[in-house]
């Protein structure tokens, strides 16, 4: 049973990694947490998990590029509290001479039109609560490239972009824009869905690097971040592991 009041928010791609990390911390920080991403199982077996443990949660399955879909979920919510906007991800390592257009849209899509669908349906809601967070996902990738990053360093560059442009164009209203930039997190899935499964080539992403972030270092930023009072807004987070000085200057002990 939800206690009246209890601030709500909604997590995109909360089936692994950084979205699963931030539901539980969010969660835990008081939050009633809906949990959103395309596997329906994984969601709900972690909504069951964090109500055993005390706290709230519930589960939809949704697609943040079906705008159709991401309509009808915002019909559920005449007010909520926090939005965050952390499906997306990377696809290929090409190069520019060869990387394929279709990965270049299949990013574009999740990172950037993702971000816009669930942004623009729950503004409504989130100005409604009298003090609601916008949180996008971006990436260092979205602050400078890389060899072979060209396609997600451009669909991160456009997520970053939103997220400081919304936050010109809604100041004096009652919603603040909160982007979190991270370098290096090992997660499960983050670096094998680039690489298509391959799993080797996904574990040199890590290689010799003694301590990347985690999931839950990043949900640790995103938590406090969404937990200040309402009227302090960290406009941007860069967080990376302290063996990663920029995106190509990487400490491994190999
Ligand atoms: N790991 C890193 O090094 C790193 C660094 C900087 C930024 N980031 C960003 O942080 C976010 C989370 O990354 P992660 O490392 O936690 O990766 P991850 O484990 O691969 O998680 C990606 C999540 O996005 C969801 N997703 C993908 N496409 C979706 C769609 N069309 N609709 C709804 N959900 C979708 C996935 O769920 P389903 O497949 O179940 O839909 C999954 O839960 C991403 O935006 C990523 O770009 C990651």
Known sequence: MTAPGTPIAVITGASSGIGAATARQLAAAGYRVVLTARRKDRIEELAAEINEAG???TAYALDVTDRTAVDEFATAFQTLAV???????ALGADPVATGDPADWRQMYEVNVIG???MT?????????SGDGTVVVLSSTAGHSTYEGGAGYVVAKNGARVLAETLRLEIVGTPVRVIEIAPGMVKTDEFATTRFRGDTE???????????PLTADDVADTITWACT???????DLLVVRPRAQASNTKVHRDL
């Open 83 to 89: 939005l965050v906007n952390n499906a997306g991800g």
């Open 201 to 211: 080539k996904a574990a040199k992403v890590y290689a010799g690097v003694t301590e």
């Open 120 to 128: 623009q349906a729950l503004l409504p809601a989130l100005t409604a």
């Open 115 to 117: 971000t816009l669908h």
């Open 55 to 57: 706290h709230q949660a």
């Open 228 to 234: 200040r009072p309402p009227h302090v807004n960290i």
